[in-house]
């Protein structure tokens, strides 16, 4: 059991003090909420916390003795474990390859011994309830199958303290409730559990304590049942923040885009259809939430329909009554459609390039001779449309917080001027205010007559955002709902398989 505190930790980077002196402590045996919104600090103390940075002024103590790592291997030494909101797996590899990549078994000839890691790698599976084989490669399994498998990854050392940073942002419910599970065993166990999450519903589900950062420094702490979720949010962004309904109007009748017929087949299994039967339509100025559970086929249909996978699909699509044939993704951008997709680091941003690059790109081809003033002016626009913090149009988009992040994305997107975008889980790992923000926007731009469909795995936001709902499960649709007919339990219903 090891109690970890921070005495008075403060770390800079050039323009920001990104943690201003803070001290707090994380207790062995309780799940320790670490909240705050992007750009608090959080992930910065965690990097601190597990070797990542090395240069900060103030002092880690490990049930009361200091600790100061020179890099990750010494943090994994004295038993912490990070398990990252981004997965670190390497696709080509196998479950048991990735988990003990760096920590590999030899025999006693110095070979690898592949079956004592496929068992151990079996075991370690079993007790998270994930029924793949070690010799999966990963890049086979959904991508919560890979979430359990970077959390095996990080329990196989038997680590005595473990954060967890957005760990259930890629999960099922199912899946969520098995880790819930799993964190009350580590709990019995002694472990010390620092969570970090935007979901207020599951602090207060597992959580014992809390820590709040604002803006590099600590606002508050103390335990979770002494505490609200509005006193968290005032700690959280320094004032009360209310997600007000969209107030549904009467929608024009004017079709924007009709679905007919739209069939997706599996990519390995012939038989097999991954979407089947699909038609549905959209109109203009209308948020369509898409909801169901994962596996369901969402995130298929946004991708089938904006010309990902031509030589799988078969439907006819019209927009504005008009019958279109899209190639590619490049002739679903020319002909109005945008797309924000579910990851922002992997699909939707180049993280190695600034904000004004990453907003000028859908619109690279238009604009070839666009001069370096043009894409900063168009840029700047754009940061100040959408209230991006940033201290210039030139920073880095992996320097950004999550919420920044996906500001970018939505500015890229909606510098094509589109007639219909697609938001798959739009504000997933975003703190509430910038949610809020996005919810706004969201808001603004189908009262400006823009055409929405949004996935969402989070029923409140769907409920909160739209203006019908249409549910799905194993590939079909199940429902059609209005807002004002639409419910979590009918929500949940149509989303079951049959």
Known sequence: MIQVDVKKISKSFPGVKALDEVSLSFFPGKVNALLGENGA????????LTGTYTKY???????GQTARFQNVREAQKA???HIHQELNLIPQLTVAENLFLGREVRNAFGLLDTAEMNRQTKAMLEKLRLEVSPQTPVRRLKVGEQQL???AKALLSDPAVIFMDEPTSALSDAEINNLHQIIASLKKEGKTIVYISHKMEELFRIADHYSVLRDGALTGSGNMEDTSEQELIRMMVGRDVQIEPKTTTHLVEETVLQISDLHLQHPYVKQRKVLQNISFDLKRGEILGIFGLMGAGRTELLETIFGLHTSRSS??????GRSYEFSSPQAAI????????????VEGLVLGLDVASNISLPTLQQRFFLKSRGEKDLARSYIERL???TPSERQLCRNLSGGNQQKVVLAKWLSTQPKILFMDEPTRGIDIKAKQEIYDLMKKLADEGLS????SSEIPEILTLCDRILVMAEGRLTANYSASEADEDKLLKAALPV
């Open 41 to 48: 600090g959080k992930s910065t103390l965690l990097k601190i």
């Open 57 to 63: 002024q103030g002092s880690i103590l490990l049930n």
């Open 79 to 81: 038993g912490i474990a």
């Open 149 to 151: 498998v970077e959390i």
């Open 315 to 320: 439907y006819s699509l019209e927009i504005e």
């Open 334 to 345: 020319k002909n109005g459609l945008a797309f924000v997709t579910e990851d922002r680091k």
């Open 387 to 389: 209230g991006i913090k």
């Open 452 to 455: 929405i469909i949004l996935v």
